[in-house]
Protein backbone atom coordinates (compact mmCIF):
# COMPACT_ATOMS: atom_id res chain seq x y z
CA UNK A 1 0.00 0.00 0.00
CA UNK A 2 2.71 2.61 0.54
CA UNK A 3 3.64 2.28 -3.26
CA UNK A 4 -0.02 3.62 -3.99
CA UNK A 5 0.63 6.47 -1.46
CA UNK A 6 3.63 7.00 -2.84
CA UNK A 7 2.70 7.63 -6.46
CA UNK A 8 -0.53 9.56 -5.40
CA UNK A 9 1.43 11.98 -3.47
CA UNK A 10 4.10 12.60 -5.94
CA UNK A 11 1.44 13.18 -8.64
CA UNK A 12 -0.58 15.51 -6.40
CA UNK A 13 3.25 17.28 -5.68
CA UNK A 14 3.60 17.47 -9.58
CA UNK A 15 0.74 18.62 -10.24
CA UNK A 16 0.69 21.09 -7.46
CA UNK A 17 4.13 21.98 -8.55
CA UNK A 18 2.74 23.06 -12.03
CA UNK A 19 -0.20 24.92 -10.97
CA UNK A 20 2.16 27.20 -8.88
CA UNK A 21 4.50 27.26 -11.65
CA UNK A 22 2.34 27.81 -14.84
CA UNK A 23 -1.23 29.06 -13.23
CA UNK A 24 -1.71 30.10 -16.91
CA UNK A 25 -1.33 26.94 -18.60
CA UNK A 26 -4.13 25.85 -15.90
CA UNK A 27 -6.00 29.13 -16.71
CA UNK A 28 -6.07 28.01 -20.19
CA UNK A 29 -6.96 24.47 -19.51
CA UNK A 30 -9.07 24.83 -16.92
CA UNK A 31 -10.87 28.36 -17.48
CA UNK A 32 -12.11 31.39 -15.67
CA UNK A 33 -13.32 31.14 -11.85
CA UNK A 34 -16.09 33.65 -11.33
CA UNK A 35 -15.60 32.99 -7.87
CA UNK A 36 -12.25 33.55 -7.52
CA UNK A 37 -12.21 36.78 -10.17
CA UNK A 38 -15.14 38.46 -7.70
CA UNK A 39 -12.99 38.07 -4.37
CA UNK A 40 -9.36 38.54 -5.46
CA UNK A 41 -7.55 41.05 -7.01
CA UNK A 42 -5.47 38.89 -9.16
CA UNK A 43 -8.31 36.90 -9.86
CA UNK A 44 -8.16 33.04 -11.14
CA UNK A 45 -4.01 32.84 -11.87
CA UNK A 46 -3.79 33.17 -7.76
CA UNK A 47 -6.41 31.01 -7.10
CA UNK A 48 -4.70 28.24 -9.21
CA UNK A 49 -1.84 28.75 -7.06
CA UNK A 50 -3.84 28.64 -3.50
CA UNK A 51 -4.57 25.30 -4.90
CA UNK A 52 -1.58 24.33 -6.37
CA UNK A 53 -0.26 24.45 -2.77
CA UNK A 54 -2.85 22.88 -1.12
CA UNK A 55 -2.02 20.10 -3.93
CA UNK A 56 1.60 20.06 -2.62
CA UNK A 57 0.66 19.94 1.30
CA UNK A 58 -1.78 17.14 0.59
CA UNK A 59 0.66 15.58 -1.22
CA UNK A 60 3.26 15.08 1.20
CA UNK A 61 0.78 13.86 3.65
CA UNK A 62 -0.29 11.20 1.67
CA UNK A 63 3.61 10.37 0.99
CA UNK A 64 4.17 10.14 4.99
CA UNK A 65 0.26 8.69 5.62
CA UNK A 66 -0.95 11.57 8.00
CA UNK A 67 -3.46 12.72 5.40
CA UNK A 68 -6.11 10.39 7.83
CA UNK A 69 -5.35 11.90 10.63
CA UNK A 70 -5.77 15.07 8.62
CA UNK A 71 -9.11 14.79 7.52
CA UNK A 72 -10.37 12.56 10.76
CA UNK A 73 -9.56 15.94 12.37
CA UNK A 74 -11.86 17.76 10.09
CA UNK A 75 -14.43 15.95 10.03
CA UNK A 76 -14.78 15.89 13.60
CA UNK A 77 -14.61 19.61 13.84
CA UNK A 78 -17.55 19.49 11.07
CA UNK A 79 -19.71 16.98 12.87
CA UNK A 80 -18.86 16.94 16.66
CA UNK A 81 -19.48 13.50 17.68
Known sequence: M?????IIGIIMVVVGYLMVKKPTVAYELIGRLNFAEK???SGSTFMFQVIGVLLILGGFAV????HDNIL????NF???G
Open 72 to 75: AAIA
Open 63 to 66: VTGV
Open 2 to 6: FINRL
Open 78 to 80: IVP
Open 39 to 41: FFT
